[in-house]
């Protein structure tokens, strides 16, 4: 009884607490060199590839495992991570089932009401708009008519450079989703990233189901991963991207108590599985509808999200093919936080993105309207590449940024 007592009370006063974080970084998100090195600077992979010093002081047993679930390595068992779970008022989480995750990554849906939806499970229904009161509503679209929502999960990838060179060269953003043991183990791509004034969001420590993953597993996901990339740019993100599109409003509730909003999509170029379980040949259909809808009246009203991996050589590839034709195809072709006017993605206000102009960076004309996400961006006039015109809009671009 007196237990009972003691632990309501707790109750009481963990429900009004502010949840308990720990990020921390020693790193100025506008201020960020990058050491020129093979692996920061080659085009080859085998080069690019090869492991490096930490650019911060770092020690691997203060995190999780590498690509392992999140509460490996002892992290469910640190003070840090008891302190961040006891915080949260986990008396309001949704009771919904934990789910099963089959062979290949796919989840077990048998007996799931489809028609009613009552968890809002993306992976069910493609369901966007939770049902539970008071979680974050997921992002799908940009709002803004002939807009293209450029984004790339995955990464960052040690073999990233040719790529994120042409996204400078070209002048373009995107919405950047960093699985948090890449971030661990390409520090300097992550850093990159920043620095060219990508939007940067969460993708998790380990990229599991997390739906199929318990209270505190679908937690340190989220937590360690948002962590890694504060530690590492000094960014902390405030928006994310289920694996696999996979989330339901136990993981929304649990996003949302660090502040986590969902970027999903509404078009999927498939190109992770080229070569598997889709042919090449369909991922490049795939681009090219995605590229007639620019002008066929599809995106008259409202604009996309579209789905692109920063996985391999050959998923960056299909972007660098098909740029060109979708900024002719699309007014506009920017990352999420542009596109939704979401001035601020991180909780640091050091980094801003700006509001969306029709004749923003990626647009099919030739504006120099500011668009630089960082004090920074002026790197881009560095690159070889890079034709004077660029150079100008790149140095205007920083410029503009009071
Ligand atoms: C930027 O960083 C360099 C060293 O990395 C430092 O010397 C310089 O003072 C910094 N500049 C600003 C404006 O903080
Ligand atoms: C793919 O790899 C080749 C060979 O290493 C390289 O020249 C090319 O730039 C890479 N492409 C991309 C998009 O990274
Ligand atoms: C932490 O995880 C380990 C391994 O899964 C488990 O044995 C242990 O009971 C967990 N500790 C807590 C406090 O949950
Ligand atoms: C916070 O995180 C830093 C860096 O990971 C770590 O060194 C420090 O011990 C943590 N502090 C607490 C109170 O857990
Ligand atoms: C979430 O945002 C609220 C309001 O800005 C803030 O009070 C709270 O500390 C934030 N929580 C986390 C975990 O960052
Ligand atoms: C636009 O093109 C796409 C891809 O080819 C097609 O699926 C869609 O039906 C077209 N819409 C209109 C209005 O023609
Ligand atoms: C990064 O890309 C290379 C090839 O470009 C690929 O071999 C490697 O598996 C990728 N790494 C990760 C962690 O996805
Ligand atoms: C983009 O520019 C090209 C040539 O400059 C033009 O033919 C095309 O109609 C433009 N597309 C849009 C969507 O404005
Ligand atoms: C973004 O801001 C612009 C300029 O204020 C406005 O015209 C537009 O409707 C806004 N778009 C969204 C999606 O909020
Ligand atoms: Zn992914």
């Known amino acids: 009884m007196l237990y009972r007592i003691i632990a309501s009370a707790a109750l009481v006063a963990t429900a009004t607490a502010a949840v308990v974080t720990n990020y921390t970084s020693i790193v100025d998100p506008t ?114 008519p002939d807009t293209w929502g ?74 360690y991963a948002t962590k890694m990339i504060k530690y590492v740019t000094g960014l902390t993100p405030l928006y994310w991207r289920p694996p696999l599109g996979d989330v339901d409003d136990r993981i929304r509730w649990i996003a949302t108590q660090l502040n986590l909003t969902a970027i999903i999509w509404n078009l999927d170029t498939d190109d992770w599985a080229a070569g598997t379980s889709v042919t090449v040949q369909q991922v490049q259909q795939n681009y090219q509808n995605f590229i007639t809808m620019g002008t066929n009246g599809t995106f008259a009203n409202t604009g996309n999200i579209v789905l692109s991996h920063e996985l391999n050589n050959m998923t960056m590839g299909f972007a660098e093919n098909y740029i060109p034709q979708i900024k002719q195809a699309y007014k506009n072709v920017v990352d999420v936080a542009t596109c939704m006017n979401i001035t601020n993605p991180y909780v640091e206000n050091t980094v801003t993105f700006p509001v969306f102009a029709s004749t923003s960076s990626g647009s099919n004309s030739s504006s120099t309207s500011g668009t630089s996400g960082t004090k920074s961006s002026g790197a881009a006039a560095s690159s070889n590449n890079a034709n004077a015109a660029l150079i100008i809009v790149a140095l205007f671009a920083c410029f503009c940024y009071a």
């Open 31 to 144: 201020n960020i060199t990058i050491p020129s090195i093979p692996q920061t600077t080659a085009y080859d992979w085998q080069t690019a590839c090869v492991a490096y010093e930490f650019p911060v002081p770092f020690d691997a047993s203060e995190w999780p495992g590498d690509w392992l679930v999140a509460t490996t390595n002892g992290m469910n068992e640190t003070a840090e991570y008891q302190a961040l779970y006891n915080s949260i008022d986990w008396t309001n989480v949704p009771q919904i089932p934990v789910r099963t995750a089959l062979a290949q990554g796919e989840l077990d849906t048998t007996g799931y009401d489809t028609v009613n939806d009552p968890d809002c499970w993306w992976s069910a229904t493609g369901c966007v708009t939770p049902k539970v009161p008071g979680v974050l509503k997921d992002i799908s679209a940009c709002a803004e």
């Open 150 to 223: 450029l984004t790339y999960d995955d990464g960052p990838n040690c073999s990233h450079n040719a790529f994120y060179d042409f996204l400078q060269q070209q002048n373009l953003k995107a919405s950047m989703f960093y699985i948090g043991s890449n971030v661990m183990n390409w520090p300097l791509g992550a850093q990159r990233g920043v620095r060219d004034g990508h939007h940067i969001s969460v993708h998790t420590w380990s990229h599991p189901m997390m739906t199929s993953l318990n209270n505190q597993d679908a937690l340190a996901e989220l937590y």
